[in-house]
């Protein structure tokens, strides 16, 4: 059971270039999110779908844009890098109703530099 | 703003003590909480989850909710260096938005 996979895990950029981030899970899901981690900051939510086609902005949405492609895939893009956007990204999903809430389950991490 | 707070440590504990990891909330409306701990350069993983008050035991790990406190702690008995890692406190207030905290180094001496 792979979980939640994404890709690339490592990737330099130039300022300016373009890259999208792939976002997998097998857990049959319906939440599915994208989060940036910077040191001292804590993980802070990007962008979320709470199910397959539909989006919402989270904390800190600007320089990005996401899709739901299906159940399984949501992938997260940055349409012209700059290097505030120098971060690890983690893409999760979420499961898990009622008492245990909406447990998060997260992918390996993605490590972005935008030289 | 929704805030969970931490203190980021980092937490040094001899191998073998208990180690006491703390976390605040401030949305009294929160009603499930989280601990994760992550590696350094891993993701987070799920340790355990809580929602109603009182304590709940995994093995060596035990969390701890106060709601009137607005308080959650985990306590990690018998710790050992593999302990050894920073520990996220998250919140879930309903919806799809879990909010997590900065997180706290633990460091387990041999």
């Known amino acids: 059971n792979a979980g939640v996979t994404q890709t690339p895990k490592f990737q330099v950029l130039k300022t300016g270039q373009s890259m999208t981030l792939q976002c997998a899970q097998d857990?049959?899901?319906?939440?599915m999110y994208w989060y940036r981690q910077d040191p001292g900051m804590g993980l802070r939510l990007i962008y979320y779908?709470?199910?397959?086609?539909?989006?919402d902005k989270g904390e800190v949405p600007n320089g990005y844009n996401v899709s739901r492609l299906n159940k399984r895939e949501f992938s997260l893009r940055l349409e012209s890098a700059a290097p505030s956007q120098t971060s690890v990204y983690f893409c999760?999903?979420?499961?898990?109703?009622?008492?245990?809430?909406?447990?998060?389950?997260f992918g390996e991490g993605s490590w972005l530099t935008v030289v | 703003q929704k805030e969970v707070e931490q203190n980021s440590g980092p937490l040094s504990v001899p191998e073998g003590a208990i180690a006491s990891l703390n976390c605040t909330y401030s949305?009294?409306?929160?009603?499930?909480f989280f601990w994760y701990r992550q590696y350094s350069g891993k993701s987070p993983e799920l340790i355990m989850f809580?929602?109603?008050?009182g304590d709940k035991e995994d093995g060596r790990f035990t969390a701890q909710l106060n709601k009137a406190s607005q308080y959650v702690s985990l306590l990690i008995r018998d710790s050992q260096p593999s302990d050894s890692a920073t520990y996220l406190c998250?919140?879930?207030?309903?919806?799809?938005?879990?909010?997590f905290g900065a997180g706290t180094r633990l460091f387990v001496k041999a």
């Open positions: 949305d009294r409306g929160s009603q499930s």
């Open positions: 998250a919140v879930w207030a309903g919806g799809f938005k879990t909010i």
């Open positions: 809580i929602y109603s008050n």
């Open positions: 999760a999903s979420g499961g898990g109703r009622g008492s245990s809430g909406n447990t998060i389950y």
């Open positions: 779908s709470a199910s397959e086609g539909t989006t």
């Open positions: 857990m049959n899901h319906n939440s």
